[in-house]
């Protein structure tokens, strides 16, 4: 079974990080799931991987938009400005409960695939799989519990 090497959760929400990580595990999608508090945690995630690509760098990030130090539009303008082969390492999904037209409307002019609203479930889950990832496969996805 191909799962992705490693999934980064980016939301200051440690209930929403804890919640979003278990569904993820149970679904058994990815070797590892990383959080970060706020973007600047995330980036620092990502500057351990250098811009060369591994095994172990995010090759998803589930991103909220309203988080401190650092919120999501600000760290996908900074993310923008890495070096091309570490932008094209990963695929952004905000995850956010912002329905905001504000919001919404200044996230899509950045590198994001798709927008997703909270709480993560195993549909959408399985739905942005197969959009961004379909040489995933079905996974495991099918015989996990439903959240």
């Known amino acids: ?3 992705l090497s ?3 959760l980016v939301d200051d929400d440690e209930t929403s990080n804890f919640l979003s990580e278990r569904l993820l595990t149970s679904m058994g999608v990815a070797d ?3 959080s970060a508090a706020n973007g600047e945690e ?4 990502l500057a351990r991987h250098g811009t060369v690509f591994s095994p172990t760098n995010p090759a998803l990030v589930l991103l909220d938009l309203n988080m401190p130090v650092m919120d999501g539009i600000e760290f ?11 932008q094209q390492s990963a695929v952004i999904v905000v995850l956010s409960s912002s329905v905001h037209p504000y919001d919404l409307g200044r996230v899509q ?6 927008v997703v609203s909270k709480p993560l479930t195993k549909e959408k ?3 942005l799989l197969q ?12 015989s996990s519990p439903n959240y």
């Not at 995330?42 to 995630?45: G, I, P, T």
């Not at 996908?76 to 570490?86: E, I, K, R, S, W």
């Not at 002019?109 to 798709?114: E, F, K, L, N, V």
């Open 6 to 8: 490693t999934i980064l």
């Open 109 to 114: 002019t950045t590198p994001i695939a798709d």
């Open 32 to 34: 590892q799931v990383l």
């Open 76 to 86: 996908l303008d900074a993310y923008h400005a890495l070096p091309l082969v570490q």
């Open 131 to 142: 959009q961004n990832f379909p040489w995933v496969g079905q996974l495991a996805v099918q």
């Open 125 to 127: 889950v399985r739905t």
């Open 1 to 3: 079974m191909k799962k």
């Open 42 to 45: 995330a980036l620092e995630v």
